[in-house]
T-cell receptor, first 114, second 115 residues
Framework: GDSVTQMEGPVTLSEEAFLTINCTYT??????LFWYVQYPGEGLQLLLK?????DKGSNKGFEATYRKETTSFHLEKGSVQVSDSAVYFC?????????????FGAGTRLFVKA | DTGVSQNPRHKITKRGQNVTFRCDPI?????LYWYRQTLGQGPEFLTY????????KSRLLSDRFSAERPKGSFSTLEIQRTEQGDSAMYLC?????????????FGSGTRLTVV
């Protein structure tokens, strides 16, 4: 079935370090791919998305490229800040009965130290 | 419109009691989703509505769970005879229906603790 696998956390970085969070997926058909972020005590917020192969989603300095050949959608940021500390979820959306269904990975917790 | 609103934010209940949660989606979104999130895990799909029609239910949604969206606006999720395993964060999300996936707008969730 459709699934998303993320690298296990926590990931601990110093401020201004480079961030990569790996995400790979399994899907029938052609999914759309997303990254969501969850800050403590809050719901998930959409961070970026890509709807077809080779698309690059970007937002707030984060970016991810839809790689169909490696079924991956790795999240990157060139210089992290303390305020980026959160849990990041990779997700895919596939068409199903009556619409689209979104499946989430288990999440990767990021700690950024000052 | 201030986004997706969920009430209550927290609910502590005794095992065996019934609980009901409410979700008010973004007004122009006609799709509404319920997810459950346990500690250290990603959200798991429970059910979704397009307008007032409930189009899909997960196998996670046992007979003790029921969801409604009577007028295609707000939705309620009821859990009857709660069990300790029901303790989780219950997330509501909404989205537009047309075209390619737009991504969801999530509420802040209702954290349920069954004691």
């Amino acid at each position: 079935g459709d699934s998303v696998t993320q690298m296990e956390g926590p990931v601990t970085l110093s401020e201004e370090a480079f961030l990569t969070i790996n995400c790979t997926y399994t899907a029938t058909g052609y999914p759309s791919l997303f990254w969501y972020v969850q800050y403590p005590g809050e719901g998930l917020q959409l961070l970026l998305k890509a709807t077809k192969a080779d698309d690059k989603g970007s937002n707030k300095g984060f970016e991810a490229t839809y790689r169909k050949e490696t079924t991956s959608f790795h999240l990157e940021k060139g210089s992290v800040q303390v305020s980026d500390s959160a849990v990041y979820f990779c997700a895919l959306s596939v068409q199903h009965t009556g619409g689209f269904k979104t499946i989430f990975g288990a999440g990767t917790r990021l700690f950024v130290k000052a | 419109d201030t986004g997706v609103s969920q009430n209550p934010r927290h609910k502590i209940t005794k095992r065996g009691q019934n609980v009901t949660f409410r979700c008010d989606p973004i007004s122009e979104h006609n799709r509404l989703y319920w997810y459950r999130q346990t500690l250290g895990q990603g959200p798991e799909f429970l059910t979704y509505f397009q307008n007032e029609a409930q189009l899909e239910k997960s196998r996670l949604l046992s007979d003790r769970f029921s969801a409604e969206r009577p007028k295609g606006s707000f939705s309620t999720l009821e859990i009857q005879r709660t069990e300790q395993g029901d303790s989780a964060m219950y997330l509501c999300a909404s989205s537009l229906a047309a075209g390619a996936p737009h991504g969801y707008t999530f509420g802040s969730g209702t954290r349920l603790t069954v004691v």
